[in-house]
């Protein structure tokens, strides 16, 4: 009898053990379930909170552009000199954009230092006017081949006519 019981008792251990391993992994498996789905929810509501504020800081920096090229557009005549001095009064301490550039007729883009780099292999002045104001896919910058920016284009139009086109680029480098 007492060999019975020593029998029934250590098959109810390990049945107790098996139940209680199944519960413990069953706990573990709720326990990360719940963390992944808090994690996801926390990660979407930053998407989403990042986003808002991308939006509204690229649509800041937009009015700060088009006034830019009312500026431009409104004198008679921009020297290179005159042209660097508004690209440079460009504020960038509330927003993205890391450096403001003008677009010649002739595929020639202006910096804010006076640098001016041919850059028909990458625009299209006709091109670029048609399209008229936009914000850009990621694409690559023309100063720096291996650095990947959005551009935040604005024409400038003087006598219903696109005279320059106005960029805002936000390199990518720093998110």
Do not use: W
């Not at 989403?48 to 409104?74: F, G, P, Q, V, W």
Request: net charge negative; aromatic share 10%.
């Amino acid at each position: 009898m007492r060999k019975n019981f020593k029998i029934v008792a250590g098959l109810a251990t390990l049945v107790s053990a098996a139940l209680l391993m199944i519960l413990v992994f069953n706990a573990i498996k709720s326990v990360r379930t719940q963390t992944e789905d808090s994690c996801f929810a926390y990660l979407d509501e930053a998407a989403d909170r990042l986003a808002a504020d991308l939006y509204k800081t690229t649509d800041m920096d937009h009015t700060i552009l088009t006034a830019m090229a009312t500026i431009i557009a409104n004198a008679e005549e921009q020297s290179v000199s005159d042209l660097c001095n508004i690209l440079n009064s460009y504020d960038s301490t509330t927003s993205y954009v890391d450096y403001v550039e003008i677009l010649y007729p002739d595929n020639t883009m202006l910096d804010a230092d006076g640098t001016a780099r041919d850059v028909s292999n990458s625009f299209d002045f006709k091109e670029e006017a048609k399209r008229g104001a936009y914000v850009s896919d990621i694409s690559y910058s023309t100063k720096d081949s291996n650095a990947r920016v959005i551009r935040n284009a604005v024409p400038v139009i003087q006598n219903d006519q696109t005279i320059y086109m106005l960029y805002g680029v936000v390199g990518l480098a720093s998110f």
